[in-house]
């Protein structure tokens, strides 16, 4: 593929699965089930091209347990497989540089394995979790993530991949989750907030999303918050389609959306 004369942001739809409510505002509204879609992104620089989360695994029929598709029926259809969505604007996964794993649970890795030539920068914390979980850390998936042919390159603390895209641990969703944030000419500071933040609710209330330490999830979502508002940043949510502005809410199209 060409590369491109400045950067872009693109929004890459990749399915969706129905969840408790519950599970995303501590238990309030619970057993109301939403359907929340799942994103990827596509960061598309002169100097590289860069993925930040590979979705949902597209075999994920074969590969996720029982239990797992009982409490979180997935909706994925051909046309949101990643390589599928990549390609309808111009890109083969073959092409792909590098690729941040917010974490590791099963819908931020699931389709790691199609880029073989990139290099995964993910928290070493993360990846050390991701390997040998606890009990209470079940959204690990080992068949999509910890393959013979990938490279992961550990990370611990802020990382700058290439000037003006930058990693920020974010953890309490998970022990090693991180965020990236991307400075984009007309849309200035760009945040993927990964899982820091699900929904909305989370933000306005505020409340507490799914996490495994909720004293840093809190410092993580408020920090985000601070940043929106410090740099006049625009904060996307990986399970949502409502996103944060300078000035408010706003909601994404359908289909491909991108930002510059």
Not at 24 to 40: E, N, Q, S, V, W
Not at 52 to 77: F, M, N, Q, R
Not at 78 to 93: A, F, M, Q, R, Y
Request: proline share 6%; net charge negative; with cysteine.
């Amino acid at each position: 593929m060409a590369r491109v004369t400045s950067r872009k942001v693109h929004v890459l739809p990749c399915g969706a699965e129905d969840c408790d409510k519950g599970f995303l505002t501590l238990l309030k509204d619970c057993g109301t089930i939403l359907r929340i879609p799942y994103h990827a992104y596509l960061i598309q620089d002169p100097e590289a091209l860069i993925l930040v989360d590979t979705g949902c695994s597209i075999h994920w029929k074969e590969l996720h347990p029982k239990e797992l598709l009982a409490s979180y029926p997935i909706h994925l259809s051909e046309d949101e497989h990643l390589d599928n969505t990549l390609k309808s604007i111009g890109v083969s996964p073959d092409d792909i540089d590098y690729v941040i794993n917010t974490h590791l649970h099963y819908d931020h890795c699931g389709n790691n394995g199609m880029f073989p030539n990139a290099t995964f920068i993910v928290s070493e914390v993360e990846l050390a979790h991701a390997l040998s979980p606890g009990w209470w850390e079940s959204a690990y998936i080992p068949a999509v993530f910890d393959l013979p042919h990938l490279k992961y390159q550990k990370l611990r603390g802020e990382f700058e991949l290439i000037p003006g895209v930058k990693i920020l641990p974010t953890p309490g969703h998970s022990e090693g989750h991180q965020s990236a944030l991307i400075e984009l000419e007309r849309t200035g500071t760009l945040i993927l907030a990964g899982d820091s933040i699900f929904l909305r609710e989370n933000l306005d209330t505020p409340i507490l999303g799914m996490y495994v330490n909720a004293s840093e999830y809190v410092h993580s979502m408020e920090m985000l918050k601070h940043i929106v508002t410090l740099q006049k940043a625009t904060m996307l949510l990986t399970h949502s389609r409502e996103y944060l502005t300078p000035h408010g809410w706003s909601t994404l199209g359908e289909g491909v959306q991108y930002f510059d």
